[in-house]
C-alpha cells in the first residue's frame, strides 16, 4: 500500500502537514510537539510522523531538499493521501541588510531560477504565491506571540553553491529577502490541486558576510519558528 515515496495506509496522513527538509527534524517535532505521535513511513528515510497538537490531528512529513523532491512528496501527500494544508518550516540564508541571523520569515510568494516552471509554463512567468488565509493567519499569528516576522518575496534557488558570488545582488534589489530551494515548488502545487501552502522560515545564514547560526542559536530560532507554525495550523 502507499506510494513509490511514502508507504502509508490511507487514513495514516493528516490533512494538516507540517513539512520539514529534514527528515531528522521530522522525528524531533513529532517526539517533542505531538502527542501520540506514530512514524508512517521510513522510505529513503524520509520519516513522516502523525500525531495531535492541542487535539488537532497533525502529520510531519520530511521532504528532502530542492524542488525536484518536494514536488514528490507534495503531489503524492495531496493525490494520495488528502492532504489540505501544507505549512513548510524550514531554514533560509538572508540577503538583506535589515533581516538578521534567527529572524523569522513568511513567505508571501517565491520567485525562482528554476527551469520547472518554465517548463511547466511553456516559458511564461508564474508567480508561486502562498494560500492568503494560512498567510494573514500567520502574520496575525507572529503579532500575537511576539515574533519579530518579516513577509515578503523570497527566492527559491537549484543552486546552493554558486560559481557566482554576486548572483544574489539583482534579487536583493528587487526585495527579495533571502533564498532556499522548496517554496516556488510547493506553493505551484498547492494551487494546481486547490489546497493551501504556505512557508515560514528562520534565516540560519547570511549570503552577504557569510555569517551562519551557532547551534544553540538554531534550536531558539527554531523553536520560535515551530510556535508559529503550530499556532497558526
Ligand atoms: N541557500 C539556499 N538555501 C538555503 C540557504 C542558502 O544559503 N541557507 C539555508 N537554506
Known sequence: MGTPH???????????VLLPGDPLRAKFIAENYLENSLCYNKVRGMLGYTGYYKGKRV???GTGMGMPSISIYTH???NQFGA?????????????????????????????????NNLRFNGRNYAATADA???????????????????????TSDVFY??????????????????EM???ALYTIAAKNKVQ??????????????????????????KQMMGLALETI
Do not use: M
Open 6 to 16: 511514502i508507504k502509508a495506509e490511507k487514513g495514516q496522513i493528516a490533512e494538516l
Open 59 to 61: 502529520s510531519v512529513q
Open 197 to 222: 501552502a504556505l512557508t515560514i522560515l528562520t534565516v540560519s545564514d547570511n549570503i552577504v558576510s557569510g555569517d551562519h547560526c551557532t547551534a544553540e542559536e538554531r534550536e531558539v530560532s527554531f
Open 182 to 184: 522548496e517554496t516556488a
Open 133 to 155: 488565509e494560512l498567510l494573514f493567519t500567520a502574520w496575525e499569528t507572529s503579532k500575537k506571540l511576539n515574533i519579530n516576522a518579516k513577509a515578503g518575496n523570497i527566492l
Open 84 to 116: 489540505k494544508r501544507l505549512l513548510r518550516i524550514g531554514t533560509c540564508g538572508s540577503i538583506q541588510k535589515d533581516l538578521n541571523l534567527r529572524d523569522v520569515v513568511i513567505a508571501i510568494s517565491a520567485s525562482t531560477d528554476s527551469a520547472i
Open 162 to 179: 554558486d560559481d557566482d558570488p554576486n548572483f544574489w545582488k539583482v534579487w536583493a534589489d528587487y526585495g527579495i529577502l533571502c533564498i
Open 76 to 78: 503524492e501527500l495531496i
